[in-house]
C-alpha cells in the first residue's frame, strides 16, 4: 500500500513537471509561476511530507517498541484537524522530536493552504490588468487617429461630414474587433470560471488520484487472498485433512496451481494492466494534457486517394 502511494506521489509531480515544461516551451510565463510552482508546491506539502513520513517509519528500528509506532494516516489527520499536535504518551515522533515535528507540519500546511488562493486569484487578476491596459492603448490610438485625421480634413476642407462619419465607422469596427466593455467582462469571466474550476479540481483531485493508486495494492492484496483460498480448500482441507492420502494430493495440487496460476498471473496482471493504464491517462496526463490541440481526424483510404489524384492534376 505505502510502495503504491510513493509511486503515485511521484508519478503526478512528473506530470506537473511536464506542465512546466508545456509552460516553457510555450512561453507561459503566468502558467509557470502561478499554476505549476503552487501545484508542485502543494503537492509536496502534503503528500510529498506523507511518503517522507513513510520512508522515514520504514528506516526506523522498532524492534520491541512497536507500539510506540505512529500510524501514518493518524499523522496526516492530526496535521489537519489539530495543526500536528503529537501525543507523547501513546507514540513517538518521526522526525527529530515532536516539536520539530509538529512545526514544520504547521509550516508546511500554511504553506499548502496559501497555495490554493495563488492559484485561485493571481493569474485571473494578472490577465485582467492586462486587458485594461490593452484596451486604453486601444483607446489611445484611436483618439490620435481621429484627431488626425480631423486636421487633415479641416485643412483639406473637403467633405468633412462624409470623412468624419467613415472615421467613425473605422473606429466602431475597431471597437467590435478589439472588445468593449460587454465583451471585456465576459472574457475575464470566462477566464475566472476556468481558473476556479481547474483550481477545484486539482486541489481536490491531489486526495482522489493519490487514493486511486491504492487500486494496484488493493488488487494484489485481493487476489492473494483468493489464491491463499484456493490452497487452504483444495490441499489443506480436501487434500490433508481430508483423506490424507498422496494420491487425493496428487489430484488436487495439478487443480489448485491452475487455479492460482489463471487468478494470480492471468487475471491479476490483466486487470493491474488496465488499472495501470487508467493511472496514466487520468491521474498523470490530466497534470499536463488539456486535449485543446488539433482537431482528430481518422485516416481515410479514400481522401488520401482523392488528395493524390488532385495534386497530380493540379500538376
Not at 158 to 179: C, L, P, R, W, Y
Request: aromatic share 12%; net charge negative.
Amino acid at each position: 500500500m505505502k510502495i503504491s502511494v510513493i509511486l503515485g506521489v511521484s508519478q503526478m509531480s512528473l506530470g506537473i513537471v511536464m506542465k512546466a515544461f508545456n509552460a516553457l516551451h510555450f512561453e507561459k510565463k503566468l502558467d509557470f509561476f502561478y499554476e505549476f510552482i503552487p501545484q508542485i508546491t502543494l503537492l509536496l506539502c502534503l503528500f510529498g511530507w506523507m511518503d517522507l513520513l513513510i520512508i522515514v517509519k520504514w528506516l526506523t528500528p522498532w524492534q520491541g517498541n512497536e507500539s510506540r509506532a505512529p500510524g501514518i494516516v493518524s499523522v496526516m489527520i492530526n496535521m489537519f484537524l489539530n495543526f500536528g499536535a503529537i501525543d507523547t504518551d501513546t507514540t513517538d515522533a518521526l522526525v527529530f522530536s515532536p516539536n520539530v515535528q509538529e512545526t514544520v507540519s504547521i509550516l508546511l500546511l500554511i504553506v499548502a493552504v496559501c497555495c490554493i488562493p495563488t492559484m485561485l486569484i493571481v493569474k485571473p487578476l494578472i490577465i485582467f490588468q492586462k486587458m485594461r491596459k490593452e484596451r486604453k492603448e486601444l483607446e489611445k490610438d484611436d483618439e490620435g487617429y481621429l484627431e488626425l485625421n480631423d486636421k487633415e480634413n479641416q485643412h483639406e476642407n473637403k467633405n468633412f461630414a462624409a470623412k468624419q462619419m467613415e472615421i467613425q465607422q473605422d473606429v466602431n469596427i475597431t471597437h467590435i474587433i478589439s472588445g468593449d466593455d460587454d465583451h471585456e467582462d465576459h472574457g475575464f469571466g470566462e477566464i475566472v470560471i476556468h481558473q476556479l474550476i481547474e483550481t477545484i479540481e486539482f486541489s481536490l483531485g491531489t486526495i482522489s488520484n493519490t487514493a486511486s493508486y491504492l487500486r494496484l495494492w488493493a488488487l494484489s492484496l485481493a487476489h492473494g487472498q483468493l489464491a491463499d483460498v484456493f490452497f487452504e480448500k483444495l490441499l489443506v482441507t480436501m487434500g490433508l485433512a481430508g483423506t490424507g492420502s498422496p494420491l487425493m494430493l496428487f489430484v488436487l495440487f495439478p487443480v489448485f496451481a491452475s487455479f492460482s496460476f489463471f487468478v494470480l498471473m492471468c487475471m491479476d496482471s490483466m486487470e493491474c494492466f488496465l488499472h495501470t493504464l487508467r493511472l496514466h491517462w487520468v491521474e498523470f496526463q490530466n497534470k499536463f494534457y488539456k486535449g485543446t490541440g488539433y482537431k482528430f481526424v481518422p485516416f481515410s483510404f479514400r481522401v488520401e486517394l482523392e488528395n493524390e489524384i488532385n495534386n497530380s492534376t493540379a500538376k
